[in-house]
Each structure stands twice: as structure tokens, then as C-alpha cells.
């Protein structure tokens, strides 16, 4: 859908970004203070490019990931994928999976669709900013500049309750709160019209949770 807007409109809009201190995992309500889950793709390094075939210019499937380990005590996953370059007031949301098994340690390409009310070895998929389920693929604005697509994945304790079918956003965090013992963190960029050149995620990031 943005790649309709208009190269001079994304470039007037340069400046107009949602920012990393919205992120869910730097949110005060979750504690901030958790161990850290060892979260990558073998499709992109951490804050390098993502292929387009993950895009809305592409098959606009999801991309892999794998984790590991967990802390003792994890009794399930929750995995949330937010665009800190938004030009809205809140990232947008392009993935939510909740209740992925502990010993899940990975998510297979193209494994984010929708799925009605999920499954207990894959998890439900939630709504995304399109308030649909599965993957929504980056679709960052023509002139814009490089967006940030922030894969957060948290390691849940037993007490979690349950945010109820296909959670969004605020459902997710709520459930969350005060549930997480460790989190993963892997930045993928993408951008139209211009080279990647966003550098530092994971350093802005760092401060943003400060």
C-alpha cells in the first residue's frame, strides 16, 4: 500500500518516524531487565538488508528465524515484529505469533500466515497494523529512507495469561507484563528509492531502553 505514495511525499516525510522508544520491548510495563535469547535468520545478518523476497517487492512471505537457548522456567514464546521507522505515531506491527512451544527454536519461511485460532505447536497468529493475521510484508514510502524491521521475541513464564484470540499490539503486552524472562532481538532494514545506509540499530536501540 505505501509503495503509492509519491517519492517527494516520503521524502517531506524524512523526518516523521515513530522511533525506537516505542518499541514493545523497551516498554516500562515489561520489565526491561531480562536475559538475552541469541535470535538470528540465515536469510539476513543482524541490521543488514532484507531480501526483497520478504517484502511487498517480493513473494512477501515471511522470513525464518532460529533461537536459542532459553532460560529455565520458559513455558512458551511470543514473537512481535514492528517497523520503528514508521511514519506514524506508533511502530507499525507486521507480524504478532503468540504461544510458540519453548522448545520451538525456530520458525520456518513463510510460516507466519493467518490461521484462525492457531494451534499449540505453532501459536496463533495475531493482527497486524493492517489489523489482519500473519505476515504483513515491509512496504516502507518511496524517499522515506531506511526503515528498521525490529523481530523482538520474548521467553514467557508459566503465569501468562492468555490475550485471547489473534491478539494485537496492546492485547500482547498486556498479557506479557510482568511474564518475560528473557528476549531476542534481530533488525532487518529495507527501504525504496535510495541504498540501505541505516547503521547503529542496535546502539539506538540500547539507548532507547535507558
Known amino acids: 500500500m505505501l509503495e503509492f505514495i509519491p517519492a517527494w511525499l516520503g521524502r517531506t516525510l524524512g523526518?516523521?518516524?515513530a522511533g525506537a522508544s516505542k518499541l514493545a520491548i523497551v516498554q516500562p510495563e515489561l520489565g526491561g531487565r531480562f536475559d538475552a535469547i541469541d535470535l538470528s535468520s540465515p536469510a539476513f545478518a543482524q541490521d543488514a538488508r532484507l531480501p526483497p523476497r520478504f517484502t511487498a517487492d517480493g513473494e512477501g512471505v515471511s522470513p525464518p528465524l532460529?533461537?536459542?537457548p532459553l532460560p529455565?522456567?520458559?513455558a512458551s514464546l511470543a514473537l512481535l515484529v514492528e517497523d520503528a521507522d514508521a511514519p506514524t505515531p506508533q511502530p507499525l506491527v507486521?507480524?504478532?505469533v503468540w504461544g510458540m512451544a519453548a522448545d520451538a527454536g525456530r520458525l520456518a519461511e513463510g510460516a507466519i500466515v493467518a490461521d484462525g485460532p492457531g494451534d499449540a505447536d505453532t501459536g496463533d497468529v495475531g493482527r497486524n497494523s493492517y489489523l489482519g493475521e500473519g505476515w504483513l510484508p515491509?512496504?516502507?514510502?518511496?524517499g522515506h529512507g531506511e526503515h528498521r524491521y525490529?523481530?523482538?521475541?520474548?521467553a514467557l513464564d508459566g503465569g501468562v495469561e492468555d490475550p485471547g484470540q489473534s491478539p494485537g499490539r496492546s492485547a500482547l503486552i498486556r498479557a506479557m507484563a510482568g511474564h518475560v524472562l528473557a528476549a531476542g532481538l534481530l533488525i532487518g532494514t529495507y527501504s525504496r528509492g535510495e541504498e540501505a545506509t541505516v547503521s547503529g540499530?542496535?546502539?539506538?536501540?540500547?539507548?532507547?531502553?535507558?
Open 138 to 142: 515491509p512496504d516502507p514510502p518511496t
Open 201 to 210: 540499530a542496535q546502539t539506538t536501540l540500547a539507548a532507547a531502553s535507558t
Open 72 to 74: 529455565e522456567g520458559t
Open 15 to 17: 523526518n516523521v518516524r
Open 94 to 96: 507486521h507480524a504478532i
Open 66 to 68: 532460529v533461537w536459542g
Open 150 to 154: 525490529v523481530f523482538q521475541l520474548f
